[in-house]
């Protein structure tokens, strides 16, 4: 399943496997299969999934829920904030302009945002990634999702990323 992430395969072959993954790390009860998960290659390909480029909203949103889920280990999170490029593509998804485009229709934009803030906060709960992320910038996107306009479950995403830092 990791190896249909990677951008030879058509978009929607990579939205499969990412919300494969994310359904194993979120929903399973087994917290080796996040072990397994890693090291089978999928954080690389998770975070390239990020980006604008080659991906729609809802690839987004599951790739970032994917890792979301695989910050249930420790290492992991290490491992994904070390990524080059993982928390500065979290911190842009929190913008509506670096969402890719929507085949879902209305709210896809907030529900990529919410997602990419979760993945922020389970992230903030190591220390060491709590400077990172707030280095990166990501303080006032967090602040900006607590306004009005966003679903409450939205807030309390951006609430915990800027708690936990």
Same mark, same amino acid.
């Given at each position: 399943?990791?190896?249909?992430?990677?951008?030879?395969?058509?978009?929607?072959?990579?939205?499969?496997?990412?919300?494969?993954?994310?359904?194993?790390?979120?929903?399973?009860?087994?917290?080796?299969?996040?072990?397994?998960?890693?090291?089978?290659?999928?954080?690389?390909?998770?975070?390239?999934?990020?980006?604008?480029?080659?991906?729609?909203?809802?690839?987004?949103?599951?790739?970032?829920?994917?890792?979301?889920?695989?910050?249930?280990?420790?290492?992991?999170?290490?491992?994904?904030? #070390? %990524? =080059?490029? &993982? $928390? @500065?593509? +979290?911190? !842009? *998804? /929190?913008?509506?302009?670096?969402?890719?485009?929507?085949?879902?229709?209305?709210?896809?934009?907030?529900?990529?945002?919410?997602?990419?803030?979760?993945?922020?906060?389970?992230?903030?709960?190591?220390?060491?990634?709590?400077?990172?992320? #707030? %280095? =990166?910038? &990501? $303080? @006032?996107? +967090?602040? !900006? *999702? /607590?306004?009005?306009?966003?679903?409450?479950?939205?807030?309390?995403?951006?609430?915990?990323?800027?708690?936990?830092?």
């Amino acid at each position: 399943m990791v190896q249909l992430m990677g951008s030879g395969y058509p978009v929607q072959m990579r939205l499969l496997a990412a919300t494969g993954i994310a359904t194993l790390a979120c929903f399973t009860g087994d917290a080796q299969i996040t072990v397994t998960i890693a090291s089978a290659g999928a954080i690389p390909l998770l975070v390239q999934l990020l980006g604008r480029e080659g991906s729609t909203a809802s690839t987004q949103q599951m790739a970032a829920g994917a890792l979301c889920g695989l910050c249930k280990n420790a290492d992991n999170m290490v491992t994904i904030a #070390a %990524a =080059a490029s &993982a $928390i @500065p593509r +979290l911190m !842009q *998804l /929190l913008e509506p302009s670096a969402v890719g485009p929507s085949t879902t229709g209305p709210g896809t934009t907030e529900k990529v945002q919410n997602m990419a803030a979760r993945t922020l906060s389970n992230l903030a709960a190591n220390t060491e990634n709590t400077v990172t992320i #707030a %280095a =990166a910038g &990501a $303080i @006032p996107p +967090l602040v !900006q *999702l /607590l306004g009005t306009g966003y679903s409450s479950d939205t807030q309390e995403c951006a609430a915990g990323g800027l708690q936990a830092g």
